[in-house]
Every structure is written in structure tokens, then in C-alpha cells.
């Protein structure tokens, strides 16, 4: 048993169709907004995520700057996945960009882990949005931490918001007081997912699909990456 699936999204972003391209179709400007790290070397796509690798993808169409689409191989029980971009300009310096993410999902437990796809989709084509109209034409080094393992959802989402002075029912343009995130405000809020705009930073936290709380950071300048498994560990839960 298993499901096919494809997930569409659109935006129009104030970015050039080049612009757009090098955030869809380079490793620097998907590991800018995407999990983890990316490159693409030739026809392969590679994505670093912890401490290990994605299994790649193969380039299926470059028609630069209009579309960009790869997918991963086919596994023995029939798991993969295919992501799609389409880019068309407009007047005045803006661009519409369409996404398709499709593939099977393989097992019983298919609709779980769809679940978890769709939120994470939407959350990753987000952060694609955020940074185009906010830090269009720069490259972010990505930040990957994991936190331990959580038994109640619920409870460390409230002792997240808790941490960054947000209140318990966040929504898009509240304000982060935290040390660990100056000047930051809610961006993106859904059930499985936290993003943060800072002047230089795209931060997002997430429901990692294997039990963890995930930060995928985007940091476009200096600050430190050894902050972040620290932060998540602090938001361990003392009475699990």
C-alpha cells in the first residue's frame, strides 16, 4: 500500500527571473532557504542534512532561467520524490514562481509521513518566498541543528515560544524577544513548523519527522552556529 502525491504552490516575489533561477537551481541558493546543505555537481543533486546525505537527485530539466526540476531514483519499494520550478517574469521587476513536489510514498504509515511532506513543503516554500523578498542575489550559510528526542509536542512548542517571548498562540508579525534572535519577528507559523525574519537570518524551527525539534537556519552574516544545539537542548523537557 502507498500514495501517489503532488503538492502545488505559487507566488509572485520582487525578484528578477534570474535571481529566482540562482535560488532554485544552484547550491548555494537552495542551501539558502532548502534543508540542510545542497550541490549540484553536473546532473546530480546532493543535499547534506546532519550528518549524512539525502539520497540524490538527477537534474531533468535546466532551461535556465525558466525551469528547473530533479528527482530522486526510484527505491525497490517505489519511494521518490520529483521537484518541479517554473519561473516567468513580469513587469516591474517581479516574478511568479510555481512549484510542483510529487512522487509515492510507499507502506501503510504513508498518510503520517504525507502529513509531515506537506507541512515541511509548505514551511521550505516559505522560507523560498521569504528570501526572495527579503535577500534576493545573496547566499545564506546553512545551520543545522538537532534537538533531543520529544515525548509531548505540545508542551515544547509552548516552552519554545516561551523561550523566544512570543505568547502561546504565535502568529505572523508578532515580535521575537530573545537574546538569541535580535530584532527577529514571526514569519510563517503552521502545526508543525516556527520561521523567524531577522534583518540577517531566516531562522525556522520544525517537527522533525524522526522525534526531534529541527532549527534550519539561514544566517546571512557572521552570527554563530554553535548557538543553536544549546538552544534546542535547553528546551528539553526536565519532567520526561
Do not use: C, K
Amino acid at each position: 500500500m502507498g500514495r501517489d502525491f503532488e503538492m502545488r504552490l505559487d507566488a509572485q516575489v520582487p525578484a528578477t527571473p534570474e535571481q529566482v533561477w540562482d535560488a532554485v537551481a544552484t547550491g548555494p541558493g537552495i542551501s539558502s532557504w532548502f534543508v540542510g546543505r545542497t550541490e549540484i555537481d553536473g546532473a546530480t543533486v546532493r543535499t547534506s542534512f546532519g550528518d549524512g546525505w539525502i539520497p540524490p537527485g538527477v537534474v531533468t530539466a535546466a532551461d535556465a532561467p525558466r525551469r528547473f526540476a530533479y528527482r530522486s531514483d526510484t527505491a525497490e519499494d517505489g519511494r521518490f520524490v520529483a521537484y518541479e520550478y517554473l519561473v516567468e517574469g513580469r513587469a516591474g521587476a517581479a516574478t511568479v514562481l510555481r512549484t510542483v513536489t510529487s512522487g509515492f510514498l510507499p507502506g501503510d504509515d504513508w498518510a503520517d509521513e504525507f502529513e509531515a511532506m506537506r507541512y515541511g513543503t509548505e514551511a521550505f516554500f516559505h522560507t523560498l518566498t521569504d528570501y526572495l523578498r527579503w535577500f534576493p542575489g545573496r547566499f545564506a550559510t546553512p545551520v543545522t541543528a538537532f534537538g533531543p528526542p520529544v515525548a509531548d509536542w505540545p508542551r515544547t512548542w509552548q516552552r519554545l515560544f516561551a523561550a523566544l517571548g512570543l505568547g502561546p498562540a504565535p502568529r505572523p508579525g508578532d515580535p521575537v524577544r530573545a537574546a538569541v534572535i535580535p530584532d527577529g519577528v514571526v514569519s510563517f507559523v503552521n502545526p508543525h513548523t516556527l520561521a523567524v525574519r531577522a534583518p540577517d537570518a531566516l531562522y525556522r524551527f520544525q517537527r522533525g519527522f524522526h522525534g526531534s525539534l529541527v532549527a534550519g537556519h539561514a544566517l546571512f552574516s557572521a552570527a554563530d552556529p554553535g548557538t543553536w544545539p544549546g538552544f534546542l537542548d535547553s528546551l528539553a523537557d526536565p519532567t520526561a
